[in-house]
């Protein structure tokens, strides 16, 4: 049996492919490894990659679409249509984060630090919209009740605490060299989320 007619017996090699991308990204990094050895960790010839993929770069975006349909389900979910309250809610958004970025490391690494274009792949950016109009959904309800000429824009404060939970998740939740906290990376967050709301008028000094 050759090579090429190995990859027909996971009977969808293009998921294999990618699963065998995300393997090799939890590995050693978005940048660790070559296209050759994603073949190989699925058991095909590099040459049989380029039935599905156009090389490693295409691979990898494909990883990271897959990613953020997960994230955006993830943060729907946790979203959880405003309830029980809209500060709850968008707090939990933010736990959504750092559980999305613990559980799904391949996933996270391929959609936020392997340099892949959103803009140059549609399917991708598409994908990409979900987690990101979730959070400014949430931010829109935990604002409406400040006039209009004192609201935020809620994509703004939303890209704001994205942020700060994409910070709170390198330096502290997965394990960045020389970071240590003496607290909870969710603590961090939610402590940051209540001081960064507050500043904004969004909560009252004693919440």
């Known amino acids: 049996m050759t090579e090429g007619k190995r990859g027909y017996h996971h009977g969808n090699l293009r998921q294999?492919?990618?699963?065998?991308?995300?393997?090799?990204i939890e590995q050693k990094g978005p940048q660790g490894f070559t296209l050759s050895e994603a073949a190989k960790e699925a058991g095909v010839t590099p040459a049989a990659v380029y039935r599905h993929f156009e090389g490693r770069e295409d691979l990898i975006a494909?990883?990271?679409?897959?990613?953020?349909?997960?994230?955006?389900?993830?943060?729907?979910?946790?979203?959880?249509?405003?309830?029980?309250?809209?500060?709850?809610?968008?707090?939990?958004?933010?736990?959504?984060?750092?559980?999305?970025?613990?559980?799904?490391?391949?996933?996270?690494?391929?959609?936020?630090?392997?340099?892949?274009?959103?803009?140059?792949?549609?399917?991708?950016?598409l994908a990409a919209q979900k987690g990101r109009q979730v959070l400014e959904?949430?931010?829109?309800?935990?604002?409406?009740?400040?006039?209009?000429?004192?609201?935020?824009?809620?994509?703004?404060?939303?890209?704001?605490?994205?942020?700060?939970?994409?910070?709170?998740?390198?330096?502290?939740?997965?394990g960045a060299p020389g970071a240590r906290s003496p607290f909870p990376p969710e603590e961090l967050l939610e402590a940051g989320i209540g001081i960064y709301l507050r500043g904004l008028g969004l909560l009252p000094p004693d919440c």
């Open 16 to 24: 294999a492919l990618v699963e065998a991308c995300l393997h090799l």
């Open 62 to 125: 494909e990883a990271a679409r897959q990613g953020y349909l997960i994230f955006g389900d993830l943060m729907e979910h946790a979203y959880n249509g405003g309830r029980p309250s809209a500060l709850a809610a968008f707090e939990a958004t933010g736990r959504a984060y750092l559980a999305f970025a613990r559980r799904f490391p391949g996933h996270y690494q391929a959609m936020f630090e392997s340099g892949v274009n959103l803009t140059a792949n549609a399917d991708l950016a």
């Open 137 to 174: 959904t949430a931010a829109a309800r935990l604002s409406e009740h400040i006039p209009p000429d004192r609201r935020p824009p809620p994509a703004m404060f939303s890209a704001h605490v994205w942020a700060m939970s994409h910070g709170v998740v390198e330096l502290f939740a997965r």
